[in-house]
């Protein structure tokens, strides 16, 4: 069976309320993250302090050496000069990984895409993720209280 793009969007959909709902309860409980109103932004949500992107990967945390975004996201983040910290989440199989962005931490390549052609990429090498939680993964159903962490205003489509 191969890449189905409509099934990806709405899991990604899905695991972003996911990350951001365990995110505010857990980790930023006074510093809430809140989601762009454009969900076409090449980033997905936002603190007062924090810029943040997230990935979703049905594979486990070490299955690959590296674990990759698109370029776009850099290019958007660069061109913006957002002077908050760059955070890319990864949400595995086994569990919710974090690389803050630090320079010397990746490498860009070109990479085939099947819907867009000849893209480029960014590599980072899983050594440099820090593990979040294994309590919630990308098999992960949405909690019944998701939406008082979320907040009214906060439901992506």
């Known amino acids: 069976m191969g890449y189905e793009l409509v099934k990806d ?83 595995f199989t086994d569990g919710l990984y974090v690389w803050n962005y630090r320079e010397n931490e990746y490498r860009v390549a070109d990479f085939y895409h099947k819907e867009k052609g000849m893209i480029k990429q960014v590599y980072v090498n899983i050594k440099y993720l820090e593990k979040i939680t294994e309590d919630i993964n990308s098999n992960t159903f949405l909690p019944e209280d998701c939406d008082e962490f979320l907040g009214a205003n906060q439901m992506r489509q």
């Open 9 to 91: 969007l709405k899991n990604g959909a899905k695991n972003e309320k996911l990350v951001v709902y365990f995110l505010n309860k857990h980790v930023y409980k006074t510093d809430n993250f809140k989601f762009y109103k454009n969900n076409k932004k090449q980033v997905d949500f936002r603190n007062t302090e924090i810029v943040a992107e997230l990935k979703s990967r049905y594979n486990t945390y070490t299955h690959y050496d590296e674990t990759f975004f698109g370029y776009n996201k850099l290019e958007y983040l660069m061109d913006k000069k957002d002077p908050r910290k760059w955070k890319f989440f990864f949400l």
